[in-house]
C-alpha cells in the first residue's frame, strides 16, 4: 500500500503540474503525500488542501519502507513523517498541507482532544490555526423518495401517503411483522466499535418487548454479525438482520422505517442521519462530529429533526428509544412534525459547495499575495 499510494501521489504531482494547476486538494492518508512531493520539488505555487475524513486512518508502515517514498531524508523526522519510529503518512498532509479541514465543524473542534485525536491531537492543536471543518452533502437526486425506483411508493413533505406503503413492503421483504402500529427501527451500518454497534445489542431485546421493530442492514466485525443473527433468531418477526450489502434495501430501510438509530462514538460526518431525514425517518444520534452539526434534536434548537442520545452508552440509548416509542404512540402531532421538518432540510451539496470555493478563493488569494 505504502508503494503504490506513493507512486499515485507522485503522478498527481506530475498531472498538476502539466494541467498548470492552482490547487490541489488531498483526501485522507492516500493522497497525503502529495504536498510531500510539491514540497520536495519547491513546486511552492501550487495551492495545497488537505481533507481528514477519518483521522482513525492514518496510513502507518514501519520505518524500513522510507526507501520507497524517494523523499529527502530530512521528512524523516517528528516535524513530518515519522511518528514513534516508524512511517505515518497522514501527518504530511496535516503539516505540509496550506489548509487542513475535515468534513464538520465539531469534528475539527474534537480531533484537538486525546480521546477523538487518535495520537495527532497535540500536533493537529499546532495547527488549528490552519484548520475547519466542512459538512458533507448528499445526493439529492439519488436520495428522493418522490422519485426513487428503488421503495415501494413515492411520498414528499407535502404527501406523506406512500410512506405507509413503503414501512408495510419492508416488514414484508424483512420477515417482520405486518404492523402499522408497531414503531420500526432501522439500522444501516458498518458493523465496528465506532458506531456504537455494542450499545444497540442490549436495547434490541428491550424493543421487541416493547412491541417496536428493528431492521438491520450491515456486516463488520464477525462478533458483532453473529451476535445479531442469534438476536434475529430470539425475535422472529421483531428483529431481522442482513449480514452484507444491498443498495436497494438501503433504500427501502430508509424509506419504510419510522427512526433511525445511530449511536456512534465518533462520526466525522454521517450521511445516514441525512438521508433518513430526507426519507422522513426520524434520526436518533449521539453528541458527536457530524451527528451534532447536522440533527437539530427535540429540546436544542427551533425546527428539531430528530432526538439526542445524552451519553454514549447503552443506558441512555435505552432512554432516548423509550422516548421516540411513547412519541409515536402518543404524540402524533409531534411526530409528524420531527419528520417534516426532516424532509425540509438542505442536506443537498448546494451549501457545502459554496463554501468549499470559498476556502479555495481564499487559499489561492493568500498564496498569490504572499509571492508578491
Same mark, same amino acid.
Given at each position: 500500500n505504502l508503494e503504490r499510494f506513493a507512486f499515485f501521489a507522485r503522478a498527481c504531482v506530475e498531472l498538476a503540474g502539466l494541467l498548470g494547476a492552482d490547487i490541489v486538494h488531498c483526501n485522507d492518508w492516500q493522497t497525503a503525500l502529495v504536498p510531500a512531493y510539491l514540497r520536495a520539488l519547491d513546486m511552492h505555487h501550487i495551492v495545497t488542501i488537505f481533507t481528514i475524513h477519518n483521522l482513525a486512518y492514518q496510513g502507518l508502515f514501519d520505518a524500513s519502507l522510507w526507501p520507497q517514498l524517494f523523499l529527502p531524508q530530512e521528512f524523516f523526522a517528528p516535524w513530518c513523517l515519522e511518528y514513534y519510529g516508524g512511517i505515518n503518512v497522514m501527518k504530511a498532509g496535516i503539516v505540509l498541507s496550506d489548509h487542513v479541514n475535515t468534513v464538520s465543524a465539531a469534528y475539527a473542534r474534537e480531533i484537538q482532544r486525546p480521546e477523538f485525536g487518535v495520537g495527532l491531537d497535540g500536533l493537529l492543536r499546532s495547527v488549528a490555526h490552519?484548520?475547519?471543518?466542512?459538512? !458533507?452533502?448528499?445526493?439529492?437526486?439519488?436520495?428522493?423518495?418522490? !422519485?426513487? /425506483?428503488?421503495?415501494?411508493?413515492?411520498?414528499?413533505a407535502r404527501d406523506m401517503s406512500g410512506k405507509q406503503a413503503c414501512k408495510s413492503w419492508l416488514q414484508q421483504r424483512m420477515g417482520l411483522e405486518t404492523d402499522p402500529c408497531a414503531p420500526l427501527f432501522g439500522v444501516i451500518s458498518r458493523l465496528v466499535d465506532q458506531?456504537?454497534?455494542? +450499545?444497540?445489542?442490549p436495547v434490541l431485546p428491550e424493543l421487541a418487548a416493547a412491541g417496536a421493530q428493528a431492521a438491520i442492514l450491515g456486516n463488520g466485525e464477525p462478533w458483532y454479525e453473529d451476535r445479531l443473527r442469534e438476536l434475529s433468531r430470539a425475535f422472529p418477526g421483531r428483529v431481522s438482520v442482513l449480514i452484507g450489502f444491498d443498495d436497494a434495501l438501503a433504500h427501502a430501510i430508509e424509506a419504510g422505517c419510522d427512526f433511525f438509530i445511530m449511536p456512534s #462514538?465518533? &462520526?466525522?460526518?454521517?450521511? !445516514? $442521519? *441525512?438521508?433518513?431525514? #430526507?426519507?422522513?425517518?426520524?434520526?436518533?444520534?449521539? /453528541?458527536?462530529?457530524? +451527528?451534532?452539526?447536522?440533527?437539530?434534536? +427535540?429540546? &436544542?434548537? !427551533? #425546527? /428539531?429533526?430528530?432526538l439526542r442520545v445524552k451519553a454514549i452508552d447503552s443506558y441512555a440509548l435505552s432512554q432516548t428509544l423509550r422516548e421516540s416509542i411513547r412519541i409515536f404512540r402518543e404524540d402524533r402531532g409531534l411526530f409528524q412534525t420531527l419528520r417534516k421538518n426532516g424532509m425540509e432540510q438542505d442536506v443537498s451539496w448546494s451549501i457545502p459547495? #459554496?463554501?468549499?470555493? &470559498? *476556502?479555495?478563493?481564499? $487559499?489561492?488569494?493568500?498564496?498569490e499575495s504572499d509571492r508578491i
Open positions: 490552519k484548520l475547519s471543518g466542512i459538512i !458533507n452533502g448528499i445526493d439529492v437526486a439519488v436520495w428522493d423518495p418522490a !422519485n426513487d /425506483p428503488l421503495i415501494a411508493a413515492p411520498f414528499s458506531k456504537g454497534i455494542d +450499545l444497540i445489542l #462514538r465518533f &462520526e466525522p460526518c454521517g450521511l !445516514n $442521519q *441525512m438521508i433518513s431525514m #430526507r426519507y422522513g425517518t426520524i434520526p436518533i444520534v449521539t /453528541p458527536v462530529g457530524g +451527528l451534532a452539526d447536522t440533527v437539530t434534536a +427535540l429540546g &436544542e434548537g !427551533n #425546527r /428539531p429533526v430528530g459547495a #459554496r463554501r468549499y470555493l &470559498e *476556502m479555495y478563493s481564499i $487559499q489561492k488569494d493568500f498564496k
